[in-house]
């Protein structure tokens, strides 16, 4: 049983394969966290349930590890709800009226404000195996008015008596996602949070929190990822009585909405865990659970080619069916067309909008196409940017009105585009419609998602019509349903989620999406650092990564071909070059590299990935001469692992990578870069390591491990 209510000290006692969580009902009724960590005996936290009183400047201090706790009384955290009653009263005051325990996992704790028919059920979910948490809230208004909801957040996790508390996160920007930070959090808040309207990537709603003194292999990290793909807050708040909670939901800012009598808000699942097995064990546990838990499908990622970098917008069904022929040299399996292939878009200046298949470019419509990718041997993809509206388009101006704005102002235009309101129903409408026809009148295999700008304007006129409403919530709910429609009706199509690169991912979009598209940068040494980042909490079976040109276009870098392939071989392997232009010598080199690809995809999909040597952790953060990543098949029998050298200094050094997750009495075939295999001990590996040959600017090497019987 992972859950258990111990009636005699009112205390809930969840269990997990590795950590317990323990709160418990104080006398007052409200739900009191009293534990989160490595396995303790539930019944000894009992004593932890007493009131706490300082002052009374500090009176109630016990409300500040309240379980969910509403703004009302001496609550002067960060509240899980904030409301405004029909009648003026801001204030709600929730105490327990009782619990649900159903199958082994699954706890409801109902608990209702003390004058108001206003109910909160806080829903746990445990994954034991995983030592994960899922947690959300649903709120209903049983009053005969409606009730304006200023701030309702999934869950708030407290972490207890550590000495210190060190806050783990990522920041970014376009073409530079998921840099990893850390901070040691002082007393008062740190915010992550995005008002762009989608994920973003200035922070990405994850978090993990250690003491200071964990690392990759072993140390108690707490951490949490939301699932939510709008505007999201994640608040970490270090109070003067020394504890920290975590706070995450979506963004009250800007994001007030009523809800009418009888209706029911039901928020995101804000997923929470403990490990004592360092920053590694809690990416391994978050990968294995977004696997099981939360993508949509288990398949494989396909090795595919988009023509995006080779072509930009000057996309022809001639120079497509010559990319493709070479992409089956390769040993590509999807063929994918990007931008430019509809309506009049000749560059990012039009056409956004006009769902139909450019006559011009395909003068026999995408048929032709299709039916050559098909005939070489692989699925066709296309990419579509289905919130998004040029106005230079007929979309526009026949429906000016489908997009955000406010009357007084000229609607903000980032790339030259706006965007519409997806939920207006007639837009959503739209969306579903012109999706359906084109994927039922081709034979397309994936899509690519993108959205290539953040909100502004959030107005939709008449704007007295939508006053009690959420333009915020009402686009990401819209955007989830038509991908869930779009699912169940095309079950054999794939999709990415992208947006301007890694703008849109989060365990919300991983419900829907089964790989990500996690930055535009592909400059393949950049991207250690994207993908190293991306990994600490997103599993490499959704992250893809392209080999593009050298010397390439974003830094000016020149990297040998073994190094890019190697770096995107890490995730779902992708091929973004102009590849009508390689030599027949560089097309076979290629070809090698994805036919290796094709036979560790599955280690390195669905493995145990070890961040062996980060980028991260080197003397200078962020630049550290040797990377290595290593990834074990779940069932031990195989790894593989990638290193990369950065530069070499001051001679050659000899080199030994110590290795993870092996079976230290047994033997393994070991196969490093071009040396002959070699038979070593597993206690060797990971002690002492696999001797390094590698030196030079830019190198790269892959070890391949067998175990023996
Ligand atoms: C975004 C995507 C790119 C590409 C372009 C097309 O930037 O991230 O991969 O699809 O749009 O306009």
Known sequence: MSIVYLEQH??????????????????KGTVQHLYWGAPVEAADCAELLRGRHHSSFDADVDRE??????????????????????????????????????????????????????RVDVRYKVMAEHDLIERHVRVTNGEALPVRIEQVMAAIWSVQRLPAYRLTHVTGRWAGEFQLRRTVLSEGKKTLESRRGFTGPH?????????GGAGEEAGDVWFGALGWSGNWKIVAEKTTFGHVRIAGGVNDFDGAFELAPGESYTSPVFVGGFTAGGFGEMSRLLHRYEREHVLPTRKLRKVLYNSWEATEFAVTAEGQKALARQAARLGVERFVVDDGWFGQRHSDRAGLGDWYVNPEKFPNGLKELIDEVKSLGMEFGLWVEPESVNPDSELYRQHPEWTYQFPTRTGTQLRNQLLLNLGLPEVKRFVLDFMTDLLSTHDIRFIKWDMNRTVTEPGALPLEDHSGESVWLRHVWHLYEIWAELRARFPHVEFETCAGGGSRIDLGMLRFADQAW??????????LAIQEGFSYAYAPAVMMCWVTESPHGFNGRSLPLSYRFHSAMMGGLGIGADIGKWSDAEIAEAA???????QIRPLVLEGDFYRLKPLGSGPEPGRSNVAAY????????????????????????TRHLPLRGLDPEAAYEVQ???????????????????????RGDYKSMLIRLRKLP
């Not at 009112?10 to 006398?27: K, M």
Request: charged share 30%; proline share 3%.
């Open 65 to 118: 590890t309240e379980e969910y706790g509403g703004w009302s009384g001496c609550h002067y955290a960060e509240p899980g709800l904030k409301v405004t009653f029909a009648d003026g009263v801001r204030d709600v005051r929730l105490s327990c009226e009782g619990f649900e325990i159903s199958g082994e996992n699954e706890l409801v704790l109902r608990l209702k404000d003390d004058h108001y028919e206003l």
């Open 518 to 527: 996690i930055s535009d940068n592909t400059d393949a040494r950049d991207r």
């Open 672 to 694: 490093a870069g071009e040396a002959e295999p070699a038979v070593r001990r597993g206690s060797t590996l990971l002690r002492l390591g696999v001797p390094l040959e590698l």
């Open 592 to 598: 090698g590299y994805v036919a290796l690809y094709k």
């Open 10 to 27: 009112r205390l809930f006692d969840i269990r997990t394969a590795r950590s317990s969580y323990v709160f418990g009902i104080n006398e």
């Open 203 to 211: 922070a990405n709603p994850w978090f993990a929190l250690d003491d």
């Open 630 to 653: 290593q990834y074990v098949g779940r069932d031990g029998k195989e790894a593989v692992a990638f290193v990369f050298l950065h530069s070499q200094h001051f001679g050659a050094e």
